[in-house]
């Protein structure tokens, strides 16, 4: 079947340090790769997304590419921000009669000054 | 603002009660989605509708009775829950396109049932 497995939270880091995220998935075929991230009393919103092996996803400084070699698809940033605290939440895109978004169980990250 | 409004943001209702959660979009996209959000576990779809037609139920309990009367409105019917079925419930909307398919969220509507 499909499915998504992140790393367990939380994450705690000081601000400006590095951030990884792990993301490994199972799927038929090719799925389409997507982090989406859910600040506090919000829904969640796309970070970045990479549609094919080898492509590197990025956005805010966020990062994750592609790869099927070890079906991955890690969240990096090289210097996190208090304003980066929120749960990230790695996903897969199925495709068939209609497109289906399967999620992770999210990360939470909290960033101190 | 995402273009993806839920009411009420915040709900607590007894086993007997009925309630209904309520999603609006005004972004013209065509398919809409349930979502269940409970602690440390993935995000469990619930159901999708696809042109206002339901195309996905995912073994849910018959406690949840979705409804889709246009493209733009989204209704969860709640009725005589258990106490587990608290959670946060997110709604979404999307216009399926492909392979770079992006959902677009609600805030959600925190559930308790006591």
């Known amino acids: 079947g499909n499915s998504v497995t992140q790393m367990e939270g939380p994450v705690t880091l000081s601000e400006e340090a590095f951030l990884t995220i792990n993301c490994t998935y199972t799927?038929?075929?090719?799925?389409?790769l997507f982090w989406y991230v859910q600040y506090p009393g919000e829904g969640l919103q796309l970070l970045l997304k990479?549609?094919?092996?080898?492509d590197k996803g990025s956005n805010k400084g966020f990062e994750a590419t592609y790869r099927k070699e070890t079906t991955s698809f890690h969240l990096e940033k090289g210097s996190v921000q208090v304003s980066d605290s929120a749960v990230y939440f790695c996903a897969l895109l199925v495709s068939g009669g209609y497109n289906k978004l399967i999620f992770g169980a999210g990360t939470r990250l909290a960033v101190h000054p | 603002e995402t273009g993806v409004t839920q009411t009420p943001r915040h709900l607590v209702m007894g086993m007997t009660n009925k309630k209904s959660l309520k999603c609006e979009q005004h972004?013209?996209?065509?398919?809409m989605y349930w979502y269940k959000q409970s602690a440390k576990k993935p995000l469990e779809l619930m159901f999708v509708?696809?042109?206002?037609?339901?195309?996905e139920n995912n073994s849910v309990p018959s406690r949840f009775s979705p409804e889709c009367p246009n493209s733009s409105h989204l209704f969860l019917h709640l009725h005589t829950l258990q106490p587990e079925d608290s959670a946060l419930y997110l709604c979404?909307?999307?216009?399926?396109?492909?392979?770079?398919?992006?959902?677009?969220f609600g805030s959600g509507t925190q559930l308790s049932v006591l």
């Open positions: 799927a038929t075929g090719y799925p389409s």
């Open positions: 990479a549609t094919k092996a080898d």
């Open positions: 509708y696809s042109l206002e037609e339901r195309v």
């Open positions: 972004l013209g996209h065509n398919a």
């Open positions: 979404a909307s999307s216009q399926e396109q492909g392979r770079n398919e992006k959902l677009f």
